[in-house]
């Protein structure tokens, strides 16, 4: 039988199943009856032929070593395959066995028994590698990073792009927000020293100052957070009469801070502010509370209307007084109201003299 090899093939010679030599480029005849056979194979990329263990190979064709690459994977390592200078791929198996003939092949090792080497690896290769070699961890700004080996804390990361091999541990890692966050507890029915039920919005924000410790001590701290600031309001407001906690609502919120305050060191935190946002009154009270206001302005308002009408009077007494000494200030004043009179009037239109005479003698 004819094989014919092209310049960029070659040949595996078996006969009865076992390995003879291999083949390139020419032409040869086998008999098949023989038990001859040729497998073809072009020389690019990974050596596809496994019919004969490789070490064989090697063993009795020294021109085939000579034209293939080689690769051993050592146990904890990985292999970025480079064609030609490129990084074309990712080798994680024990032995590889490349054509190096038209193209040349060359391998880089990485070490992935250290978790931290991940992160001195070129960013082109990370790409390449399957996520479940390694792990990646970025830490926002106003964040703060608690890593862990095998649930053992290592280090606090700052902000950053950090990556990590898991080859020979699991590797974890618990980022906390240390930004100042905002509760708000709305609603909270709550009942006064004198039996009245009120609702209770309350607003205040705190920041994570232990991170560390409130991992480890801590499980929904928000959660928890709320509760506490629950049971301080109750506390606080259960004391005070309706009408108290009207008048003192600024007061009774600096309490309510400053209690916090003492709480904060047992959830990790520092409350940064803290007030009563609304006091919601039930509806009887509240048209009850209306009813004397508006009874308390019209109160009011009498007192100011009946304290205009005294000034008044009394300013039109003093005039009086002054007029009655004073005959040229009566004038005066009566000549003023003429004036005003004439103001008002278009035209006169008089029938006798009795009219003009009366307004001539007061002018005189």
């Given at each position: 039988m004819k094989y014919q090899i092209n310049q960029n093939q070659?040949?595996?010679?078996?006969?009865d199943g076992r390995f003879v030599r291999t083949l390139y480029s020419g032409t040869y005849h086998f008999i098949k009856a023989f038990g001859y056979q040729v497998a073809v194979e072009d020389m690019e990329g990974t050596v596809e032929f496994d019919k004969v263990p490789r070490e064989i190979l090697f063993e009795k064709d020294k021109a085939f070593a000579e034209k293939v690459l080689r690769i051993m994977i050592p146990e904890g390592h990985?292999?970025?395959?480079?064609?030609?200078?490129?990084?074309?791929?990712?080798?994680?198996?024990?032995?590889?066995?490349?054509?190096?003939v038209w193209n040349r092949y060359s391998v880089e090792l990485l070490d992935m028994r250290e978790p931290e080497t991940a992160g001195q690896v070129n960013k082109a290769y990370l790409v390449q590698i399957p996520l479940k070699y390694y792990k990646k961890v970025e830490i926002q700004p106003g964040e703060l990073g608690i890593l862990y080996y095998n649930n053992q804390v290592v280090k606090e990361l700052e902000t950053g792009t950090y990556y990590y091999w898991v080859y020979s541990r699991d590797v974890l890692c618990r980022i906390v927000d240390l930004k100042i966050r905002p509760l708000e507890i709305?609603?909270?029915?709550?009942?006064?020293?004198?039996?009245?039920?009120?609702r209770v919005n309350l607003m205040c924000t705190y920041k994570v100052v232990k991170p560390r410790t409130m991992i480890e001590t801590i499980k929904n701290l928000e959660n928890q957070v709320y509760a506490c600031v629950?049971?301080?309001?109750?506390?606080?407001?259960?004391?005070?009469?309706?009408?108290?906690l009207l008048e003192q609502k600024g007061e009774i919120s600096q309490f309510i801070f400053q209690r916090l305050?003492?709480?904060?060191?047992?959830?990790?935190?520092?409350f940064c502010s803290a007030g009563i946002k609304d006091i919601i009154l039930p509806g009887e009270i509240r048209d009850i509370m209306n009813t004397v206001l508006v009874a308390e302005k019209k109160a009011q308002a009498n007192v100011i209307t009946r304290r205009e009408e005294v000034a008044s009077t009394r300013s039109l007494l003093n005039t009086a007084k002054l007029m009655d000494?004073?005959?040229?200030?009566?004038?005066?004043?009566?000549?003023?109201?003429?004036?005003?009179?004439?103001a008002q009037v278009g035209n006169i239109q008089v029938g006798g003299g009795a009219l003009l005479e009366q307004l001539q003698a007061l002018v005189r």
């Amino acid at each position: 039988m004819k094989y014919q090899i092209n310049q960029n093939q070659c040949g595996f010679l078996m006969k009865d199943g076992r390995f003879v030599r291999t083949l390139y480029s020419g032409t040869y005849h086998f008999i098949k009856a023989f038990g001859y056979q040729v497998a073809v194979e072009d020389m690019e990329g990974t050596v596809e032929f496994d019919k004969v263990p490789r070490e064989i190979l090697f063993e009795k064709d020294k021109a085939f070593a000579e034209k293939v690459l080689r690769i051993m994977i050592p146990e904890g390592h990985m292999g970025i395959l480079k064609e030609n200078g490129v990084a074309k791929r990712v080798l994680t198996e024990a032995e590889y066995v490349f054509w190096n003939v038209w193209n040349r092949y060359s391998v880089e090792l990485l070490d992935m028994r250290e978790p931290e080497t991940a992160g001195q690896v070129n960013k082109a290769y990370l790409v390449q590698i399957p996520l479940k070699y390694y792990k990646k961890v970025e830490i926002q700004p106003g964040e703060l990073g608690i890593l862990y080996y095998n649930n053992q804390v290592v280090k606090e990361l700052e902000t950053g792009t950090y990556y990590y091999w898991v080859y020979s541990r699991d590797v974890l890692c618990r980022i906390v927000d240390l930004k100042i966050r905002p509760l708000e507890i709305s609603g909270q029915e709550i009942l006064t020293a004198d039996r009245i039920g009120v609702r209770v919005n309350l607003m205040c924000t705190y920041k994570v100052v232990k991170p560390r410790t409130m991992i480890e001590t801590i499980k929904n701290l928000e959660n928890q957070v709320y509760a506490c600031v629950q049971l301080v309001i109750r506390e606080y407001i259960g004391k005070y009469r309706l009408d108290e906690l009207l008048e003192q609502k600024g007061e009774i919120s600096q309490f309510i801070f400053q209690r916090l305050k003492e709480e904060e060191g047992d959830y990790c935190i520092e409350f940064c502010s803290a007030g009563i946002k609304d006091i919601i009154l039930p509806g009887e009270i509240r048209d009850i509370m209306n009813t004397v206001l508006v009874a308390e302005k019209k109160a009011q308002a009498n007192v100011i209307t009946r304290r205009e009408e005294v000034a008044s009077t009394r300013s039109l007494l003093n005039t009086a007084k002054l007029m009655d000494e004073n005959k040229t200030l009566y004038k005066l004043k009566e000549m003023e109201c003429l004036e005003r009179i004439c103001a008002q009037v278009g035209n006169i239109q008089v029938g006798g003299g009795a009219l003009l005479e009366q307004l001539q003698a007061l002018v005189r």
